[in-house]
């Protein structure tokens, strides 16, 4: 899987918009961009996942830029339960380690009440 | 909505013991995953399936073996456990092995080996 860059780190308060951005600069032309979160003493939760077009669903948003490097996780009110680490990822159906994800060190949120 | 289901959720065991992990899952999903995480760390994938009688070793396989029955179970065995497997162990499911598929995951098996 291709490299993505997340920042260590990000605060929100409860009921704003959150913005969380990824880098993936090397990103291939199959390549699909997959958001997962963990919840302290939780498993990984699938949130969102897309290849070109921004996708929304009941848990978020997922803006892609036009060039594809880089995307940007939208939680458009942010509540307690959504502290967690978020994980981007990049997964192309190439090669033969497609079948484990590949977490990096994802962007701890915080939100704050 | 149960998904994914571990058991248990917490396991102390001693050295030289040994246990299973039990991993169910209801969306009858063909692909089922075993992966351990130690703490501030990723994850590490164990063992994968791709359907009920196939499976395949991942990254970390030694010291561990699993079967699969049936579509919707996916136990994983300690034969001998050492110190170094205590980590949190989790369990997903996919519908197929596609990078468009999600993978969904049990609340994890906390297990110390003492």
């Known amino acids: 899987d291709a490299k993505t860059t997340q920042p260590n780190s990000m605060e929100s308060n409860e009921e704003e918009p959150v913005h969380l951005p990824c880098n993936h600069s090397t990103i291939s032309g199959t390549d699909y961009i997959h958001w997962y979160r963990q919840l302290p003493s939780q498993g990984p939760e699938y949130v969102i996942h897309?290849?070109?077009s921004n996708v929304n669903n009941r848990m978020a948003s997922l803006a892609i830029a036009e060039d594809r490097k880089s995307s940007t996780l939208i939680l458009h009110r942010a509540t307690l339960r959504d502290a967690a680490v978020y994980y981007c990822?990049?997964?192309?159906?190439?090669?033969?380690?497609?079948?484990?994800?590949?977490f990096g060190k994802g962007t701890l949120l915080t939100v704050n009440p | 909505n149960a998904g994914v289901t571990q058991t248990p959720k917490f396991r102390i065991l001693k050295i030289g013991q040994s246990m299973t992990l039990q991993c169910t899952q209801d969306?009858?999903?063909?692909?089922m995953y075993w992966y351990r995480q130690d703490p501030g760390m990723g994850l590490k994938l164990i063992y994968y399936s791709v359907g009920a009688g196939i499976t395949d070793k991942g990254e970390v396989p030694n010291g561990y073996n699993v079967s699969r029955s049936t579509t919707e179970d996916f136990p994983l065995r300690l034969e001998l456990a050492a110190p170094s497997q205590t980590s949190v162990y989790f369990c997903?499911?996919?519908?197929?092995?596609?990078?468009?598929?999600?993978?969904?995951f049990g609340d994890g098996t906390r297990l110390s080996i003492l």
């Open positions: 897309g290849l070109t």
């Open positions: 997903a499911s996919s519908r197929d092995r596609s990078s468009n598929q999600p993978q969904h």
């Open positions: 990822i990049l997964r192309d159906d190439s090669g033969g380690s497609n079948y484990k994800l590949t």
């Open positions: 969306m009858n999903h063909n692909y």
